[in-house]
């Protein structure tokens, strides 16, 4: 059920252009499976040594669920373990929010390469205010 709030890829390769090509090749990599919630994801590539990723993950309280407009019958989902009442309000003030990441695949695992920025509720809250939300945490990861 977590893509009627996250309906976007969790990343996507990162390189010559921002949104990079060849998240599906064919011969290499899996088909692009079209079920709800896997259909958006923008490579099932595996990672090597060298590529660089975002890492992206998202939460959007979206029209067409908070319309009704969603096709539950299909998509073999119960909204009755929604508060929508919740939702509704995180809507109305705040819409969705995602914060990117960039990393390097490494021989063990990953290198951060977007740091330094506002990350924690307080420093993005300092941010948007316009205040100097490197104070709150140093602007340190």
């Not at 890492?55 to 407009?69: H, Q, R, V």
């Not at 119960?78 to 509704?88: A, C, G, Q, S, V």
Request: proline share 4%; aromatic share 8%; glycine share 14%.
């Amino acid at each position: 059920m977590g893509f009627i709030f996250q309906p976007h890829g969790l990343g996507h390769l990162i390189g010559l252009d921002v949104h990079d090509a060849g998240g599906y090749l064919h011969g290499y990599t899996p088909e692009r499976d079209q079920r709800p919630g896997l259909k958006n994801l923008r490579t099932a590539r595996v990672m090597k040594a060298g590529m660089c990723m975002t890492i992206e993950p998202g939460c959007y309280f979206i029209d067409f669920l908070l319309n009704g407009e969603l096709d539950k019958k299909s998509l073999n989902i119960d909204l009755k373990y929604l508060n929508m009442d919740l939702i509704k309000e995180f809507q109305k003030e705040v819409g969705g929010v995602r914060i990117e990441d960039v990393v390097a695949i490494t021989e063990t695992g990953c290198e951060l390469l977007s740091f330094g920025i506002p990350r924690t509720t307080e420093e993005i809250e300092s941010c948007m205010r316009g205040e100097d939300w490197t104070g709150v945490c140093g602007g340190k990861i």
